[in-house]
């Protein structure tokens, strides 16, 4: 397949992401247009509007196990064979984000690579990461120990490695003026550590690099898209668990790679749980390396049914879409150059009977159809169109009704005007004291309710755990009265975290309902005055509120716990600090209680970060921003206002700012509205 081929299956693929990118254009168009017609008071909520399309940029999230194939698929999603390093070593592997004909490119970058700042540096080797973290928590000093000795010798190794550069390079950033596979393999693909003698060599800053951005033009491909190859979810530090998490969460489309060998092993169930447990967001399954398999049809068919099985046994939705394909085979298909493996080969007749394989381009045509790619374009366009894209729009949508309802207000006060109708008793200032009095009452009374929510969080998130906890300690002790000393001890904290996502989702629907009660009381407030000082009605019905933001539960609820590495270090909960095998002795001396009494200890000191992450990081900036757009929204009113007065008080014809009639801004107002519906 020739470049031109693959950009066009590209652009067929993400055809309906490209006519919903080409709506957009229109609209931004329109808005810019009315722009240079307006009135001064609407230039502010425009230039919002504005903002917003131009920094659209949903994301699309690529995760799953090493050796999955990942990097392999994002390479052939976005039609460059060599772009992404398909074997790296999963501790050192970077969170990559790909944006795809992106606006907000960096002047002369294409690559840009952020270390770690030194003080993440400095706690990695304090603690040993988040691994090292839970280990001290737990009491097993002996990991811990284990842990910090890993992390200090990779610590020394690198440092070695830079020198004298390691102090300028750390919290700082290296960008590239272009897009070089072995510039990229320096900073996101690690090699053997033995084999780093200088800066040259592949993975030689991998440890050291927090994020990789990578800016891709490429006709076909959608404008403004983000996909972001993340590393393998078994990372052994956990040095990049929260970004790889944040990456989750700052994606409403995921797309879960499993390898047809072991689809839906333990660790894949556990990305689902995440994923599902975080957010219902647009989750697809994309099965890959096929092309390993003898018969693929019928194996698809087990594979599928397995992993339905799965699905409804964990509780999760049955509507994940499922897709079945091959990195390799669309990487054959895109590069054009090279033949297939014999198995690989074979897997593709088995599809394809009919398949003359002597025909290059047909085979490379058949084996990019099998690949999966071309459905998995098809299903991202849809999702992000459906998901995040109807979303925007709607949004956009409510913000342009607003600008169009003010601006025809005024106007209709300009033609009250000069009816005769309208009858001044009261000046500017004192009409802007009376609506800046009223809308603070509405901002004041918006704080307590933020607050009051706040402190309600903080009791049913520590309700939940107390449940919790009661729950675990019962269980432990007829673990104890049934078992004694024999197995191991485990309690999944899975409930925990849903009794803590309810009540954080529930405090945010009120933080919700709040705006909503504000955003009323502002548009009562402005009514008030309007009415009785200026005898202006506005049909508040009519116009659409601000959107909110949408609250989704924080992934810091998926992080890894000390509760859940049940099977390599909860056997030891029986310890008395000694060996294991002084457990029988431990319990048959009625040492039980001590045994509760370190295990509940131990969730209260795990789970105290999650609540104080739930309420700091996460609810705190949830009311912040909810208060950043009623804020918005009375300034917007507020200045609506005075321009309302304004016009009641001007003489003559009408002029709007660029000299042009009102007809011709009505004019555009239309247009406008005709875009935004």
Known sequence: MTKGNIRLKHREGFGELNRYWSRLADLEKAVEDFYDYSLAFVEEPIDRVLDKIRSFEPSVSVIGQIKAGKSTLVNALVGET???????????????????????????????????????????????????????????????????????????????????????????????????????????????????????????????????????????????????????????????????????????????????????????????????????????????????????????????????????????????????????????????????????LASLQQLNPDLDITDHEALREAAFEASGVPALHRLIAERVIDGPGAAFLKDIEAEIKLIIEMSEAVDSAARLRDAGMAVLTISQEELMLKVADALQKVMTTFDAAAVDLRIALHERLTRARETFVDSAVEALQSHIQAFGETGSWDHDPTGLRMMMRTAYLSSCAR???????????????????????????????????????????????????????????????????????????????????????????????????????????????????????????ALDQSRFCEALLERLHEKGPDENKAGQSDETSLARLAEMRRLSA
């Open 511 to 633: 933080l919700r309902r709040e705006g909503e009660i504000s955003f009323e009381s502002v548009l009562d407030a402005v009514q008030d005055v309007l009415q009785n000082e200026l005898g202006v009605y506005r049909n508040a019905a009519s116009i659409d509120f601000p959107e909110q933001q949408q609250h989704s539960a924080p992934t810091v609820l998926a992080r890894t716990l000390s509760l859940d590495l049940q099977g390599t270090w909860w056997h030891r909960i029986w310890d008395t600090g000694a060996t294991g095998r002084l457990a029988g002795r431990f319990l048959r001396f009625g040492q039980a209680k001590k045994v509760e009494k370190k295990y509940r200890a131990l969730i209260i000191e795990e789970t105290q970060p999650l609540i104080d992450n739930l309420l700091t990081d996460f609810f705190d900036p949830a009311v912040a921003a909810t208060r950043e757009i009623v804020t918005g929204f």
């Open 82 to 344: 060599d772009l992404l390093p398909s074997d790296v070593n999963p501790w050192t592997s970077v969170i990559t984000a790909l944006h795809l004909n992106s606006r907000h490119r960096p002047m002369n970058t294409r690559a840009l690579f952020r270390f770690f700042d030194q003080h993440e540096w400095d706690r990695l080797v304090a603690t040993g990461g988040r691994l090292g973290e839970m280990a001290t928590r737990a009491g097993f000093e002996q990991e811990a120990d284990e842990v910090r000795a890993q992390v200090t010798q990779m610590r020394q190794s690198t440092e070695a490695r830079l020198g004298a550069d390691f102090a300028s390079i750390i919290g700082s950033n290296h960008s590239f003026p272009d897009l070089d596979k072995e510039t990229i393999n320096r900073y996101i693909c690690y090699g053997d550590p033995s084999e780093l003698k200088d800066a040259s060599g592949d993975g030689v800053y991998a440890d050291i690099t927090k994020t990789a951005d990578l800016y891709i033009d490429a006709e076909g491909l959608p404008s403004g898209l983000c996909i972001r190859d993340t590393p393998g979810v078994n990372d052994t530090f956990m040095m990049r668990e929260q970004i790889t998490l944040n990456a989750i969460q700052d994606s409403r489309v995921c797309v879960v790679v499993l390898s047809a060998h072991q689809a839906l092993s333990t660790m894949d169930v556990a990305i689902l749980r995440i994923i599902c447990a975080v957010e219902a967001r647009e989750v697809v399954i994309f099965v890959n390396r096929i092309d390993e398999l003898a018969d693929p049809k019928a194996e698809e068919e087990k594979i599928r049914a397995s992993i339905r099985r799965t699905l409804a046994r964990l509780g999760l939705d049955q509507d994940i879409s499922i897709l079945f394909g091959s990195g390799y085979w669309a990487n054959f298909a895109i590069s054009g150059e090279g033949a297939l493996m014999p198995r690989s």
